[in-house]
């Protein structure tokens, strides 16, 4: 079974330019996921989606930051205009359903942000 | 105060020794917990569910204090391959979102 695909892997650009990341969850998985992981600290949730629906965006700094998941299947995520502050790894992850029926959600390899 | 902490460590311990890491959680509607493990620079995977009657599996046991509100991942028998970030997670339902905790770094030398 594939797994979560991401791309790029890595990405290195300057403040205030724009970045995308893409992400193709498992197949059949209704629940997609964005989070960011800053360096020495856990994933902090960013949006969830069931299907095509956004079902929590509360942590999304969205006067910089979009996402999108059209036909419910693979989605991007957009910062612009980037900040020093958004280095990080973004992390895709998929799950069946609601994560926390069995708390199993499988991450994508992670798409790693430098900004300067 | 955040909603899962733990202590970053890191844990050094030899092979073969016996460790121990415990999370809080601030939101006592948390209705599940889980344990991963991230190895460095990957991706988060799924170690271990955490259920109030304590689970098992392996060398790995977690267990629940609903009235402290804290989980615990004991690790028997440390491998050097057991070396890796180990993220407390909680589940909200009324929230429905997974928080992760920081992570405890755990180091295990010959």
């Known amino acids: 079974e594939a797994g979560v695909a991401q791309s790029p892997r890595y990405k290195i650009i300057e403040k205030r330019q724009s970045v995308a990341f893409w992400c193709n969850p498992i197949s059949g998985h209704a629940t997609l996921y964005w989070y960011q992981q800053i360096l020495g600290q856990g994933p902090k949730l960013l949006i969830q989606f069931q299907n095509n629906g956004v079902v929590d965006d509360s942590q999304l700094p969205k006067d910089r930051f979009s996402a999108e998941r059209l036909k419910g299947v693979d989605s991007t995520l957009k910062i612009q205009p980037a900040k020093l502050e958004d280095s990080a790894v973004y992390l895709c992850?998929?799950?069946?359903?609601?994560?926390?029926?069995?708390?199993?959600?499988?991450f994508g390899e992670g798409s790693r942000l430098t900004v300067l | 105060r955040k909603e899962v902490e733990q202590d970053p460590g890191p844990f050094n311990v030899p092979e073969g020794a016996t460790v121990a890491f415990n999370c809080t959680y601030s939101n006592s509607a948390s209705q599940s917990f889980f344990w991963y493990r991230q190895d460095c620079r990957k991706e988060p995977k799924l170690l271990m569910s955490v259920y109030s009657s304590g689970n098992e599996d392996g060398r790995f046991t977690a267990q629940l204090n609903r009235a402290s509100q804290y989980i615990s991942l004991l690790i028997r028998d440390s491998k050097l391959s057991d070396s890796a970030t180990y993220l407390c997670?909680?589940?909200?339902?009324?929230?429905?979102?997974?928080?992760f905790g920081a992570g405890t770094r755990l180091a295990v030398h010959p």
């Open positions: 992850a998929s799950s069946q359903r609601w994560g926390g029926d069995t708390g199993e959600l499988f």
């Open positions: 997670v909680a589940f909200s339902g009324g929230y429905n979102k997974l928080i």
